[in-house]
Structure formats: structure tokens, C-alpha cells
């Protein structure tokens, strides 16, 4: 009776991990339409936020994506309102049977005011006239990378110095509170899908909800990494990425440093 007892018990446990085996391999066959007019909508940008997987929908709007029940999925496409999409067991059953419906944001255009640089066609003169944006980059001797200075860094000397004379404070302020979410940072660098999704993005949609921070954290950290204004305003999120990496990256090294 025993025997038969623990041979039942076994059987359950193989089939419940087979089960969830079975569950986490599943595939999700969906299409993304305009909420305006149910036209498909390719080229529309998918992530699934628990596993740091992403693909591009195709002509006819449709995407397959690894997931389970309970993932959580991101939609972004250009003009429209980016949207969270939570799977269920039943879009993951019913193969192609889940529209996700994207809405499209409208904008009111400003005036914009454009003022051409003066050229002379002579070279000694023209550069002369055109503005200067002084960024400066500072190593410290046994990093991979260093610091972006300039007008909108002006401490980036004295920051470096700190760095080097007290390892353990350096972007302890940074990622001290956030570990979980920035650990992904590594496995979203080593992603070709992500990175070639995020190097045509400039929003920092999709970056806030991969690493769950808000936009102002971004900037902040970045501004306390000593990246330039220039830099922070103008880089595509894949660049972002990246430079937040490179600056994690550090602070682990300096973290390690502190502990010995």
C-alpha cells in the first residue's frame, strides 16, 4: 500500500512539472489592428516584460512570442498609445484568436521657429560661427569606459576623483535600491531582438517598462553618470541602454573593490 502511495505521489509530481514544462514552451499567436479601422498594423514593436523577449509584427499585423499565462506583454508603435497586455490561459489555447487593438495619439503641432546658421562659404570663418558643444570623456585606469563632461557636466572631474577615493559610495545611490531591475540590463545587451528594437526607438517607452523606472530616473542616473545633456536628449534608447549598462557595470567593479 505504501509502495502504491509514494508511486502515486511521484506520478503526480512528474505530471504537474511536465505540465508547467509544457506551459512555459508555449507559444502565443496574436494580431495587432488599428483600433480606428481594424486594419493590421505591421512593423509594431512586442516584448514580453518577464522574460526580456521581443519581435516585430508582419505585414498582416500577426507576432508569435514565447509566453505563459500571467506574462506580461509591452505594444509600441510610432503615433500610438503604447499599451501592457497581461496573457491569459485562453490566448495562449486558442491559436491566432487574440487581437490586441492599439489606438492612435493625437498631436497638436507647435510652431517651431528655425534659425539657419550664417554661412560665408569661407572655412575659416563659417567654423568660427557654428556653436561648439564642449563634451568631454574622463577615464579611470582599469575601467572599460569613462565619463561624458561639459557645459552640462561641469563636476565630471571632481566626480571621477570621488570614484576613485571612496569606491564605496560611487552609484551606491543609483542601484543600490534597484538590483532586480537592473540585473536585466545584461540580459537585454546580450539580445539581438532587443537591441534592434530599441536602437530605432527614442521615446524611452519601452526602456521605462523593461527596467521598470520612470523617465526622470533615466535622465537622473545618466546626468550622475556624467553623460552630457546633449547625449541624454539625443541618444536612441539602445545608446541609453547601453550607457547605463557601462555605468552599472562600474559600480559592481567599485562595489567589489569596497567589499576586499
Known amino acids: 500500500m ?11 509530481a512528474i505530471t504537474t512539472i511536465s505540465a508547467q514544462t509544457v506551459q512555459k514552451n508555449k507559444k502565443l499567436y496574436a494580431k495587432v489592428v488599428n483600433d480606428a479601422d481594424d486594419k493590421p498594423m505591421p512593423n509594431v514593436h512586442v516584448v514580453n516584460l518577464t522574460t526580456i523577449k521581443g519581435v516585430i509584427t508582419n505585414e498582416k499585423g500577426e507576432f508569435e512570442l514565447t509566453a505563459k499565462a500571467d506574462d506580461e506583454l509591452f505594444f509600441s508603435f510610432l503615433g500610438f498609445k503604447s499599451i501592457k497586455v497581461r496573457v ?14 492599439l489606438t492612435e495619439l493625437a498631436y497638436a503641432l507647435e510652431k517651431v521657429v528655425v534659425t539657419p546658421y550664417q554661412l560665408t562659404g569661407y572655412l575659416d570663418i563659417d567654423a568660427k560661427n557654428v556653436p561648439i558643444r564642449p563634451n568631454y570623456r574622463y577615464r579611470i585606469a ?14 565630471a572631474i571632481s566626480t571621477v576623483l570621488g570614484a576613485i577615493f571612496n569606491p564605496g559610495d560611487f552609484l551606491q545611490n543609483l542601484f543600490g535600491k534597484k538590483p532586480a531591475q537592473m540585473r536585466k540590463l545584461r540580459q537585454m545587451k546580450e539580445d539581438d531582438e532587443i537591441r534592434n528594437l530599441l536602437s530605432s526607438k527614442f521615446d524611452r517607452q519601452m526602456l521605462r517598462e523593461l527596467l ?6 533615466i535622465d537622473e542616473i545618466l546626468s550622475l553618470c556624467n553623460y552630457s545633456k546633449t547625449f541624454i536628449t539625443t541618444a536612441n534608447d539602445l545608446q541609453i541602454l547601453d550607457a547605463i549598462n557601462d555605468c552599472y557595470e562600474e559600480y559592481k567593479v567599485l562595489s567589489r573593490q569596497k567589499k576586499k
Open 88 to 101: 491569459t490561459n485562453d490566448m495562449l489555447k486558442y491559436k491566432g484568436s487574440s487581437t490586441i487593438r
Open 142 to 155: 582599469g575601467l572599460s569606459s569613462g565619463y561624458e563632461a561639459g557645459g552640462n557636466a561641469p563636476g
Open 212 to 217: 521598470q523606472v520612470e523617465r526622470v530616473d
Open 2 to 12: 505504501k509502495k502504491a502511495f509514494t508511486f502515486l505521489i511521484l506520478f503526480l
